[in-house]
Structure formats: C-alpha cells, structure tokens
Nanobody
Framework: QVQLVESGGGLVQPGGSLRLSCTAS????????MAWYRQRPGTMRAQVAF???????TYEPSLQGRFTIARDKRKNSVFLQMNALKPEDTAIYYC???????????????WGQGTQVTVSS
C-alpha cells in the first residue's frame, strides 16, 4: 500500500507564494510519473503540472511561468512552487503518483488527500 502525504497549503494574499510538497511512502513499489491537480469550487479536478519519470514536464498552459513542478526521486517526493498567486488559484490541490508494484509488476495510480490553498486578502 502506498500513501501520498501532502503539505504546504494555506491562506496567502494575492501576489504571494506557496510551496506544496508531497511524499509517497510505503514499501514494494517504485514511483513513475507524478503530478499536481486542483479542484476549484464548482469545477472538476484538473491537472496543473506533470513530471514524468524521465523529468519531462508539462503545465496547464495558463499557469506556466507562475507554477514550477520539481521532484526528488530519492525521496519519492514532488513539489509545486506557486508564485504570483491569484484568487482564482484558490482550490484543493491533489498530488498524484503512478506507481509500479515491484512484486506483481502492476501499475497503480495513487492520490493524496488534498491540501487547501486559499488566495484572499
């Protein structure tokens, strides 16, 4: 069983910054691609940023330049640096990891529990 634990959310004023962190823990797995999604009030969950196991990165186009995704493969962690935050960035942010069971060879996705980011003055 794999658990994704997120941290770093909170309340920030417009123009401020936050850094989200997510670490995958457990045993008997390897981590492939990781990503951040968000779900704004009244909308569906949508991908914010993605980083492959080969460090290929993509962003939701409207966020590129403000958000930066990075990972630490040794720690099975992924980060999201968010700058110049706007009220419309208010959402629950979810960490995603695609994992491979080293015993069965079965790939399985996991989600974090979500962390609230609120951008407001």
């Amino acid at each position: 069983q794999v658990q994704l634990v997120e941290s770093g959310g909170g309340l920030v004023q417009p123009g401020g910054s936050l850094r989200l962190s997510c670490t995958a823990s457990g045993s008997g797995f390897t981590v492939g691609a990781m990503a951040w999604y968000r779900q704004r009030p009244g909308t569906m969950r949508a991908q914010v940023a993605f980083i492959s196991d080969r460090d290929i990165i993509t962003y939701e186009p409207s966020l590129q330049g403000r958000f930066t995704i990075a990972r630490d493969k040794r720690k099975n962690s992924v980060f999201l640096q968010m700058n110049a935050l706007k009220p419309e960035d208010t959402a629950i942010y979810y960490c995603y990891a695609n994992t491979l069971d080293t015993t069965t060879g079965i790939a399985r996705p996991y989600w974090g529990q979500g962390t609230q980011v609120t951008v407001s003055s």
